[in-house]
């Protein structure tokens, strides 16, 4: 009677779940199989022909990749930092990391394309030392996007490492020492294996993230197609529904593969969780 209880109380959570996501993700999915009154494929083989939307594919998983790889080697050392502080000094490490997350990411977004326009503060600074002679073409370009998206995510790589790092025991360390290892290869022995699941939960929120980003690449893109974008066109500029529905079933595909990916690797590394 207590368990069925407490099972009564997810109903309004699970029912919120069902109509206003799981409802409408179904429908989109299923949308993209049925023309006409008909089974069909051929939204996602014209997807797949055509070199313009793959080129587009393939520009949004090596920003995603990218995005993910550097966030990894940035945020890995700094979440390592501030996990071996103390309970005040960490706190304010961490209150600093997520400030940018309460920033707007089209406030943001604006910020970077002062900095790395042709006239930006990047540019004039260069310029002003004779680093280069013509102004950089970086806004409006890949790497522009890729810069806007570490900004963006980073904070969340950096949470989750500090979240597992925080309880690794400092005597592990020390005992690995005293066995004759150097601290770099303690850390490369018992604190990377250690970590493992904050590094792939991170991962997964960074390349997601990096994946379905909208504001960020649409303002530091510029010309610049990611899936994202692409899916925004079509859904609104060409009020093509079913082209944006294949995307966006793409998107979700993707997202379960590198997810279960991920977990594979999680596994692969650190086989006993």
């Known amino acids: 009677m207590k368990k069925s ?160 790092m925080e309880n690794i025991d400092a005597d592990l360390i020390k005992a690995a020492e005293s066995l004759g290892a150097s601290r770099f290869t303690a850390f490369r022995k018992v604190v990377i294996p250690l970590s493992v699941p904050g590094l792939i939960i991170g991962s997964i929120l960074v390349f997601v993230g990096s994946l379905t980003a909208y504001t960020t690449p649409a303002l530091l893109g510029g010309k610049q197609r990611v899936i994202s974008t692409f899916l925004y066109q079509n859904a609104i500029t060409l009020n093509d529904w079913y082209s944006a529905s294949v995307i966006a079933t793409i998107m979700m595909a993707i997202t379960f593969v590198v997810i279960s990916l991920m977990n594979k690797l999680a596994n692969t590394l650190n086989p006993k969780g």
Do not use: E
């Not at 990749?65 to 940035?74: M, P």
């Not at 995510?153 to 989750?160: W, Y």
């Open 5 to 164: 209880y407490l099972y009564l109380l997810l109903l309004p959570g699970l029912l919120f779940l069902t109509v206003f996501m799981a409802a409408p993700i179904l429908i989109t999915i299923g949308s993209t199989f049925f023309q006409k009154g008909t089974v069909t494929f051929d939204g996602y083989l014209h997807f797949f022909k055509d070199p313009y939307f793959i080129k587009i594919l393939l520009t949004t998983l090596q920003v995603s990749v990218v995005t993910t790889a550097i966030c990894i080697l940035l945020g890995f050392p700094v979440a390592y930092y501030i996990s071996r502080q103390s309970l005040k000094k960490k706190s304010v490490l961490l209150a600093l990391a997520i400030f940018p997350l309460l920033t707007s990411s089209v406030v943001r977004s604006f910020s970077w394309m002062i900095v790395l326009g042709k006239k930006g503060l990047l540019n004039t600074a260069l310029l002003a030392m004779g680093i280069v002679q013509d102004p950089l073409d970086i806004l409006y370009t890949p790497t522009a996007m890729m810069i806007g998206l570490i900004h963006l995510f980073l904070p969340l790589i950096i949470i989750t490492l500090v979240g597992v």
